[in-house]
């Protein structure tokens, strides 16, 4: 099995943010940022984050706003998050995100120095009908089967804005991750994977007893046992696979809409390296057998708490067929083939902020269009 360097740039992966490890495990540290000047907040409901369209000359945004009309993110160019300032006391469950750097917070922020950030659970907040109740929670995951990043079919309009109406709106990872700037993109990110690790572990899984948060958010420490708990990360491959005629296969999960294709993931095993994960996936999947491997790159997806390890699979031949369980159809595309499936909006491909979108393009060779399928009626 041969293994090459990761090359895929991807929207997700470029690390603008100081964490500030040493800082955050003092028990002040959270405290004395809350209070400083300069300090955003990040509320997130559900995975959801409230985001506006740019205004020209890309100002920060920083109010409060709850209304507006709903836009399809297809017809959005460039999003921004919505940072407040630090209201009341601090809240138990705010987790410090980090500090950006100089370069990157002028991004942001157009300020000289940099800005503290925190994230802070904002249930009920993002009550914008279809908006706040129509995807699928985060926490929820089919057992064994990895979020590729498509997004699901009562969750596709997420509703953000156009730039000529820049009213707030409420927005998860999926929809807008490839249209914040990539700082924005990283931030929301980790906000998302530290914060669904928080609803789901109040308690010590060693004996039962409520944890309480300590190291800014970063940890949860049992009071009964002493046990102390650390985000987790669960490592998942997903690749696009690649026949000797160099076509691509990709499959359309029973999960989504018919016409919605991507590429196959799965998580890694108990005792499993990574490219047998690869092999194994891809053989369940897709009834391919994969002769080659090469890792492209990897990208944190945080639904619920993922590390997307992504790889290029090349077969031995054309044989391939759906498992008919997880996945209804499989097919295989030349370049010509999908660009102009996509463009016709006959097939739907993952989104720009996952790294489907990006392997299937580092196949490809360049960018294919970006075809909202559900505007044309068909579902």
């Known amino acids: 099995m041969q293994s090459a360097p990761g090359v895929l740039d991807l929207p997700l992966t470029r690390p603008r943010i100081d964490r500030r490890d040493q800082d955050r495990q003092r028990p002040d540290w959270l405290a004395e940022v809350w209070t400083a000047p300069g300090t955003g907040v990040l509320r997130l409901d559900g995975g959801r984050a409230p985001v506006r369209a740019a205004r020209s000359g ?17 017809h959005t160019s460039r999003l921004r998050l919505v940072f407040e300032a630090p209201e009341g006391p601090l809240p138990e469950d705010a987790v410090y995100l980090g500090a950006a750097p100089l370069g990157a917070a002028s991004e942001a922020t157009h300020e000289e120095r940099p ?35 498509v997004m699901r079919q009562s ?44 609803a789901n572990s109040a308690h010590c899984p060693r004996c039962g007893a409520v944890t309480e948060v300590r190291s800014s958010g970063w940890m949860r420490q049992c009071p009964a046992c002493g046990a102390e ?7 998942a491959v997903i690749t696009a ?7 691509l ?34 053989a369940e999947e897709a009834g391919a057998a994969v002769a080659r491997v090469e890792y492209i ?52 491909i993952p989104p720009r902020s996952s790294i489907s979108r990006g392997l299937i393009e580092h196949w490809y060779g360049g960018t294919l269009p970006d075809v909202d399928i559900w505007s044309r009626g068909a579902r």
């Open 58 to 74: 890309g100002g920060p945004v920083a109010d409060g706003s709850r209304n507006g009309t709903e836009h399809d993110v297809a």
């Open 115 to 149: 800005r503290h950030l925190i994230a802070v659970p904002a249930p009920g907040q993002a009550h914008d009908g279809d908006l706040a109740s129509g995807t699928e929670s985060s926490s929820a995951r089919p057992s064994g089967h990895a979020d590729s990043g």
């Open 155 to 198: 969750g596709d309009r997420n509703g953000v804005t156009d730039t000529e109406h820049p009213v707030l709106r409420w927005a998860d990872l999926r929809a807008v991750g490839a249209h914040l700037p990539a700082l924005e993109g990283e931030l929301l990110t980790q906000a998302t994977a530290v914060l669904n690790w928080h």
């Open 229 to 235: 708990h650390f985000p987790r990360t669960d490592p």
């Open 241 to 247: 696979v690649v026949d000797p005629q160099d076509r």
């Open 249 to 282: 296969l990709l499959g359309s999960a029973t999960r989504w809409d018919a016409r919605m294709y991507s590429t196959f993931a799965g998580f890694v095993e108990a005792g499993e390296s990574l490219e047998d994960a690869v092999v194994r996936e891809v």
């Open 297 to 348: 790159g990897s990208q944190a997806w945080p639904f619920p708490r993922s590390l997307m390890l992504g790889y290029l699979a090349h077969t031995r031949d054309a044989v391939a067929h759906a498992d008919e369980d997880e996945i209804r159809d499989v097919r295989w595309f030349t370049r010509e083939e999908l660009h102009q499936q996509v463009a016709e909006g006959r097939i739907g």
